[in-house]
């Protein structure tokens, strides 16, 4: 058996990562179409060898996900609320982690921290200034938050019911409508990096 890689998202990877994330989040958290869309706002306009998305595969099984959005590739998260005036920089200037999502049988190995570092090298690689996301405030004891502050984030504000209005099982909630709370958190990609 080999050992896991953190590879960049391909396009045929799109069929086993909409399997895997059913898996992981929730059926229905994300449509084929979504996969798709996600695909293609992940590399810089004009820059499709700039990927920012990154899969972690050992022998060609799909074990985490991380999807980032550059600057210029988003508006807003799946959920709802944002708060772009308590950044320290512009919107324009801002990447976005869309979702992380880990294979139980690698969570708490650092996969995760180490799929958004990948991200990050390649944001700041196209001068992106910062990167937002929004953490799931009930993940499994604090694991999304705690990681994010472990590599420098920021919580700027809390949102209830953020995800109320996306039509999936969350694995916490089950059945639809998500009760879940997002933190809105920043972080500052550091000069030279």
Known sequence: MSSFEMVPLKE??????KDF??????????????????????????????????????DDEIFGVRFTFPPGRWSHGKGEGLTPSQWPHTLSETGYFQSLFLDERV??????????????????????????????????????????????????????????????NCTRCLKPPCQCTAIEMYYEIPRGK
Request: glycine letters at 12%; aromatic letters at 10%; hydrophobic letters at 30%.
């Open 107 to 168: 969570q708490g190995q650092g996969w995760g921290s180490k799929l958004s570092q990948k991200a990050v090298e390649v944001l700041a690689s196209i001068g992106a200034k910062g990167v937002v996301c929004h953490s799931w405030k009930e993940s499994p004891g604090g694991s999304s938050t705690k990681y994010l502050l472990k590599m420098g984030f920021h919580p700027i504000k809390e949102h209830p019911l953020y995800w109320q209005h996306v039509d999936y």
């Open 21 to 58: 994330t059913d898996r992981a989040i929730g059926a229905g958290y994300y449509s084929n179409d979504e996969i798709q869309d996600i695909f293609q706002r992940s590399t810089p306009e004009g820059q499709p060898q700039k990927m920012c998305s990154f899969l972690l595969k050992r």
């Open 12 to 17: 045929q990877d799109l069929g086993r990562l």
